[in-house]
């Protein structure tokens, strides 16, 4: 079974509600990518009229989250993921519709390789980057995900 949008956003309906209603959507995954997208609304504004940093953080987040549950997945492997650290930067007011790219697959890709050979826990960072509907850079998020087998 893979991964697709519309899976990945019925699990946000059911397992992170939040996401869902500040309209936290994957628009597209593939091997090495994924983008999601959230507009700004009433719902998840902030005083300033502009989009609330932390429903960024949400979406940045998915699009590097969402590559890892589908590597997961394809390893075959029972391995735990868990956000560590991360860090965001924040260039320009984020108005419109917002998407968030993480092309890190290859990364995740060598740390679940290496969690699975040496069964170490791996650390991997992953970078989104969110852009609005201009192409301009609103902010960018980094986080440090853990990854590690299961033991049966």
């Not at 429903?55 to 987040?61: D, P, R, S, T, Y």
């Not at 890892?68 to 075959?76: A, G, L, P, T, V």
């Not at 924040?90 to 290859?106: L, M, V, Y």
């Not at 509907?133 to 990854?147: Q, R, Y």
């Amino acid at each position: 079974m893979s991964l697709s949008p519309k899976k990945i956003n019925t699990y946000l309906l059911f397992k992170l509600p939040s996401a869902y209603f500040t309209g936290v959507r994957v628009k597209s995954i593939s091997e090495n990518s994924c983008v999601t997208t959230v507009k700004h609304r009433w719902i998840n504004q902030n005083p300033f009229n502009s989009m609330f940093w932390a429903v960024q953080g949400i979406a940045a987040e998915l699009s590097t989250g969402a590559i890892i549950m589908q590597k997961i997945e394809q390893s075959d492997q029972r391995i735990s993921m868990l956000v560590a650290n991360n860090k965001a930067s924040f260039t320009k007011k984020a108005k419109g519709r917002i998407s968030f790219s993480c092309t890190d697959g290859a990364l995740v890709d060598s740390a679940i390789k290496k969690a699975i050979h040496t069964g170490e826990g791996q650390t991997v960072w992953l970078k989104s980057e969110g852009k609005d509907e201009a192409g301009d850079v609103v902010s960018i998020f980094e986080f440090e995900w853990t990854l590690k087998v299961k033991i049966q």
